[in-house]
């Protein structure tokens, strides 16, 4: 029995299972709250996008943005696929290195990239810079001539497109933080300073209009918005690029009322879009590179925690406390984002009532789904929240002190822990006492 949608089966005892394995043995021998990736999905997620682009016989690089869940046995793995990667910080930069991924395949984005970074980016040979700003053209151009080394690099321009998404992570609207304006005539500035560079290959644009996007049309718009800026540079520079990459975005099934579309969808309209306007332009068709976090990582991952505490207020609401909250999954209090759950030991039982269910910090804020039907529920049940794999155990915070928990990933009936759970030791372990 598949589980409301959602990618994974009851077995025999009626308990929910997850890359083969029962999900109540996987609380017992490591604890909760826990961090659990059906591997095979990741997989199968890589693979959805790969393999259209070769279907369709475009070049292509398909970018995991390890910001969705960074784990060197999660890079590991998108790198066995054959994706390349999308980092944003020093640290992401960090754990892809350690994960031994190709640096050659590496994309490096950040608003604030530090000297530090680039230096770090420079020096590793990574694949690609994502150029974000002026400041850091400057800082690039200096340290590019000190090391007198050539580095390829996009430049990110923000298209100006409204995406119906949650405010916060809306990244391509023209009020934002990220990238080079289309509209105002900075990217035409930063043009200037790249193409030509002695140290730098000016490989073309990037855009990312936002997350959680279920439809193709904005992408089309962000394709087209990309290609008025490409015309313009090819009739004044005969510029012509060799690559767009077109950010990441895709949406994914959190609750029922989301409505994804297959991810070679969006790879399919973002082809025909690049192809339609490269053709226009009289130029080779682009490489097209693509930057997936969330619809790699996103449905293949659950979390699973213990119930504790129970409370009903009549005529208003009943509640089910669970041992994380806030501290493993952020979503919830920071986007109001929805999620589906199920008690994992009674997961083929018929829901006899409504509860919301409360994480455990000292914040009123802290639910993690409100107004769920569920079966009985006892202390010590097993309560398995779907879809978070990615944002998850990324945006953990050790909130009220709480440590992070554990990963482990489960593929063909067999569990591995992947990052261990962190003991109050490691919580304290870099404060310093004031005698
Ligand atoms: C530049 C960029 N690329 C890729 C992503 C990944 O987005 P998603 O996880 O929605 O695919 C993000 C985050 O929204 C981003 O800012
Ligand atoms: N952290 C966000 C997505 C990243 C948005 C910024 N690039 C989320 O959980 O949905």
Not at 43 to 72: G, H, M, P
Not at 350 to 371: F, H, P, Y
Request: glycine share 8%.
């Amino acid at each position: 029995m598949i589980i409301n949608n959602h990618p994974f089966q009851v077995n025999q005892r009626g308990h929910l299972e997850i890359g083969g394995i029962d999900t109540i043995d996987l609380a017992k021998k490591y604890g909760t709250p826990l961090y659990v990736y059906d591997v095979s999905i990741i997989r199968d997620n890589c693979k959805s996008f790969v393999n259209t682009f070769n279907e369709l016989d475009v070049q292509a690089q398909v970018a995991y943005a390890s910001k969705a869940f960074s784990s060197i046995a999660m890079l590991q793995v998108v790198n066995q696929e054959g994706l390349s990667l999308d980092v944003v910080s020093e640290g992401e930069l960090f754990t892809a290195l350690q994960a031994n991924f190709p640096p050659e395949k590496i994309h490096v984005h950040g608003n604030n990239k530090s000297v530090q970074e680039l230096s770090m980016a420079i020096e590793s040979n990574v694949g690609c810079i994502v150029v974000d700003n002026f400041y850091e053209i400057e800082l690039l151009d200096r340290l590019l001539r000190s090391y007198n080394k050539k580095i390829d690099v996009l430049m990110r321009v923000t298209p100006g497109i409204v995406s119906k998404t949650h405010q916060y992570i809306m990244t391509g609207n023209e009020d934002s933080k990220f990238g080079f304006n289309l509209q105002n005539g900075q990217a035409d500035k930063a043009f200037e300073l790249l193409h030509n560079h002695e140290h730098i290959r000016f490989k073309g644009l990037h855009c990312h209009i936002g997350s959680q996007i279920f439809e193709t049309d904005r992408f089309k718009t962000a394709t087209d918005m990309l290609f008025k800026q490409l015309s313009k540079w090819k009739s004044l520079d005969n510029y012509v690029p060799e690559v767009l990459n077109l950010g990441g975005g895709f949406g994914i099934r959190y609750t029922v009322n989301d409505k994804p579309l297959q991810l070679k969808n969006y790879v399919e309209a973002l082809v025909s879009a690049v192809k339609l306007h490269a053709d226009e332009l009289h130029i080779p068709m682009p490489e097209i590179w693509i930057e997936p976090g969330r619809s790699i990582a996103g449905n293949a991952g659950i979390t699973l925690y213990t119930v504790g505490s129970m409370k009903k207020i009549p005529g208003i609401r009943d509640y089910i406390s669970v041992d994380g909250g806030m501290t493993d999954n952020l979503r919830p209090a920071l986007y109001q984002a929805k999620y589906e759950g199920v008690i994992a030991n009674k997961a083929n039982q018929a829901a006899i009532q409504t509860v919301s269910v409360a994480g455990k910090c000292c914040e009123s804020g802290d639910m993690l789904i409100k107004d769920l039907p569920v079966p009985d529920v006892e202390n010590g049940d097993i309560f398995a929240v779907f879809s978070t794999g990615a944002y998850g155990y990324s945006m953990a915070n050790h909130y009220n002190r709480f440590p992070n928990p554990a990963v482990v990933f489960a593929e063909n009936g067999k569990d591995k822990l992947v990052v261990r759970r962190e003991t109050y030791h490691d919580v304290v372990k870099n404060d310093l006492s004031y005698e």
